[in-house]
């Protein structure tokens, strides 16, 4: 069969030739009904029964992989799409460099791989159930449609996950697709593996935040990972990051539009309040900004960690592009520089490369986001206003590695707690932000109308126009 295409007649779309192993595809297919029921209840409430304008993978080309139209979510074709196999694929960092890929779980490494997969896999459906009552004040058609989209294809980057479980890790692997249905995003009792994935989010803002900071932690997770020695799961991984490149740009654009917006409100004036005219004032959505990328920055795991070079040196996790961006694949000679603190100051201490692969990481994540800040201030700057995004430094707020017991300042600096806390409204989304933010979505469901508070995107999606009814309601009442 052609790999590059999509077996749309199987109950389970897949490039797999799944219906060559019957076993695995009626495991599958016992699952199946669990992830609907999943949707159906953790997923967006209120608009099962509605016509989204969706795209659908149907080839895992670089080019041209996607066919929009409309569906109802409940409907869409969620499947296991894997980037063809290479012939002759060598293992590109680690112990095993220069040594034959991976096409079954090397027995030794089981365990971890299926601890590296299951995270992973963890936050797919965890994103669908935070976001799960936004589409109940979307700014507009076009921006629904983009939140079902990112959502549809969490869920389809969960079928992606629950493959791999499935196919390689026997018994074990299926009772953790059944667990991954069963934990909840900020459910006290059973929550999701990670932090910011039990966080509520209750507004649009925090969701282009989410969209441009967290999910681009999983562009970085899943790089690292398109890199392993096992190679079906970086088959897996380099699909899903096409598919998550559209969920950054749901977020960078979103933020940069209601950034937009207030400069527009504020007409060139460094000092006007938006506030009385219904926008989001600058230094509130900086707070915004402080938030979420610093929760963010906890995914990626302590500064020094042994896990990280485990994972590195057994060749089941790289670095963020690790053919084309590094030279030394063994990473065995150099070290990085890592303040840390020590006896109440920051020094800088040398770990050895392995140990620092989540910094590594870190440090690509970092400036990628930077880029989007670049963008952001453009906005300010052909608005002729002064003021200046930033992104906060590494070590502030954070709840993960070396500066979680410490206070730091967005400048970076170590201060004590009684200092930081007295300026933390300063610095964070406060609740009085949230209200205020609360208070102004509503739901605006007019094709081509925007809420007050964001400016309508540059184009449409897939060359329709801006005012293109995205979704088609089926008439039912809205709550
Ligand atoms: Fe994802
Ligand atoms: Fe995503």
Same mark, same amino acid.
């Given at each position: 069969?052609? #790999?590059?295409?999509?077996?749309?007649?199987?109950?389970?779309?897949?490039?797999?030739?799944?219906?060559?192993?019957?076993?695995?595809?009626?495991?599958?297919?016992?699952?199946?009904?669990?992830?609907?029921?999943?949707?159906?209840?953790?997923?967006?409430?209120?608009?099962?029964?509605? !016509?989204?304008?969706?795209?659908?993978?149907?080839?895992?080309?670089?080019?041209?992989?996607?066919?929009?139209?409309?569906?109802?979510?409940?409907?869409?074709?969620?499947?296991?799409?894997?980037?063809?196999?290479?012939?002759?694929?060598?293992?590109?960092?680690?112990?095993?460099?220069?040594?034959?890929?991976?096409?079954?779980?090397?027995?030794?490494?089981?365990?971890?791989?299926?601890?590296?997969?299951?995270?992973?896999?963890?936050?797919?459906?965890?994103?669908?159930?935070?976001?799960?009552?936004?589409?109940?004040?979307?700014?507009?058609?076009?921006?629904?449609?983009?939140?079902?989209?990112?959502?549809?294809?969490?869920?389809?980057?969960?079928?992606?996950?629950?493959?791999?479980? !499935?196919?390689?890790?026997?018994?074990?692997?299926?009772?953790?697709?059944?667990?991954?249905?069963?934990?909840?995003?900020?459910?006290?009792?059973?929550?999701?593996?990670?932090?910011?994935?039990?966080?509520?989010?209750?507004?649009?803002?925090?969701?282009?935040?989410?969209?441009?900071?967290?999910?681009?932690?999983?562009?970085?997770?899943?790089?690292?990972?398109?890199?392993?020695?096992?190679?079906?799961?970086?088959?897996?991984?380099?699909?899903?990051?096409?598919?998550?490149? !559209? !969920?950054?740009?749901?977020?960078?654009?979103?933020?940069?539009?209601?950034?937009?917006?207030?400069?527009?409100?504020?007409?060139?004036?460094?000092?006007?309040?938006?506030?009385?005219?219904?926008?989001?004032?600058?230094?509130?959505?900086?707070?915004?900004?402080?938030?979420?990328?610093?929760?963010?920055?906890?995914?990626?795991?302590?500064?020094?960690?042994?896990?990280?070079?485990?994972?590195?040196?057994?060749?089941?996790?790289?670095?963020?592009?690790?053919?084309?961006?590094?030279?030394?694949?063994?990473?065995?000679?150099?070290?990085?520089?890592?303040?840390?603190?020590?006896?109440?100051?920051?020094?800088?201490?040398?770990?050895?490369?392995?140990?620092?692969?989540?910094?590594?990481?870190?440090?690509?994540?970092?400036?990628?986001?930077?880029?989007?800040?670049?963008?952001?201030?453009?906005?300010?700057?052909?608005?002729?206003?002064?003021?200046?995004?930033?992104?906060?430094?590494?070590?502030?707020?954070?709840?993960?590695?070396?500066?979680?017991?410490?206070?730091?300042?967005?400048?970076?600096?170590?201060?004590?707690?009684?200092?930081?806390?007295?300026?933390?409204?300063?610095?964070?989304?406060?609740?009085?932000?949230?209200?205020?933010?609360?208070?102004?979505?509503?739901?605006? #469901?007019?094709?081509?109308?925007?809420?007050?508070?964001?400016?309508?995107?540059?184009?449409?999606?897939?060359?329709?126009? #801006?005012?293109?009814?995205?979704?088609?309601?089926?008439?039912?009442?809205?709550?």
């Amino acid at each position: 069969m052609d #790999i590059s295409n999509i077996d749309y007649s199987e109950r389970i779309p897949n490039n797999v030739d799944l219906r060559s192993d019957r076993r695995l595809q009626r495991a599958l297919e016992r699952w199946q009904p669990n992830y609907l029921d999943w949707w159906r209840s953790m997923g967006p409430e209120g608009f099962q029964e509605d !016509h989204v304008y969706l795209r659908t993978a149907i080839s895992v080309d670089a080019k041209g992989w996607a066919h929009f139209d409309y569906v109802k979510m409940p409907d869409y074709r969620w499947g296991i799409f894997l980037t063809p196999s290479e012939n002759d694929r060598k293992i590109a960092f680690g112990d095993h460099l220069g040594r034959d890929a991976w096409d079954q779980v090397p027995g030794e490494y089981r365990n971890l791989l299926r601890r590296i997969i299951v995270t992973q896999a963890d936050t797919e459906p965890a994103s669908v159930e935070q976001q799960r009552l936004l589409g109940q004040t979307a700014p507009s058609l076009y921006d629904l449609r983009n939140l079902f989209q990112v959502n549809v294809e969490e869920g389809r980057h969960l079928w992606a996950m629950v493959y791999l479980l !499935h196919r390689y890790f026997g018994r074990e692997g299926r009772e953790e697709a059944e667990e991954l249905l069963e934990r909840q995003a900020g459910n006290p009792d059973k929550p999701r593996i990670l932090n910011v994935f039990n966080e509520p989010i209750e507004d649009w803002l925090s969701f282009f935040c989410f969209a441009m900071f967290t999910d681009r932690d999983g562009k970085f997770q899943l790089g690292a990972l398109a890199e392993s020695g096992f190679s079906p799961l970086a088959r897996t991984t380099r699909f899903m990051l096409t598919e998550e490149a !559209h !969920h950054l740009f749901v977020g960078q654009t979103g933020v940069e539009r209601v950034i937009r917006r207030t400069a527009e409100m504020m007409n060139g004036d460094d000092d006007a309040n938006v506030r009385p005219l219904g926008g989001i004032p600058l230094d509130l959505i900086q707070r915004y900004i402080n938030r979420w990328f610093s929760l963010s920055l906890d995914l990626f795991g302590s500064e020094v960690s042994s896990n990280a070079a485990t994972f590195f040196a057994q060749s089941l996790k790289g670095r963020f592009d690790e053919t084309r961006r590094h030279e030394d694949h063994r990473a065995l000679d150099e070290g990085l520089i890592i303040p840390v603190v020590r006896g109440g100051k920051l020094i800088n201490e040398e770990v050895p490369l392995r140990k620092a692969m989540n910094e590594s990481l870190r440090d690509s994540y970092i400036a990628d986001c930077e880029k989007a800040l670049v963008r952001w201030n453009r906005e300010l700057k052909k608005a002729k206003l002064t003021y200046r995004f930033t992104l906060p430094n590494r070590r502030f707020h954070r709840h993960q590695g070396e500066y979680a017991d410490h206070f730091f300042s967005p400048e970076g600096d170590l201060m004590d707690e009684m200092d930081w806390r007295a300026r933390e409204d300063e610095w964070l989304a406060t609740s009085d932000d949230r209200a205020y933010v609360a208070s102004l979505m509503e739901c605006v #469901i007019e094709p081509g109308r925007f809420a007050n508070w964001i400016a309508p995107p540059k184009r449409g999606i897939n060359n329709q126009a #801006i005012d293109h009814a995205y979704v088609k309601f089926s008439g039912h009442d809205r709550k």
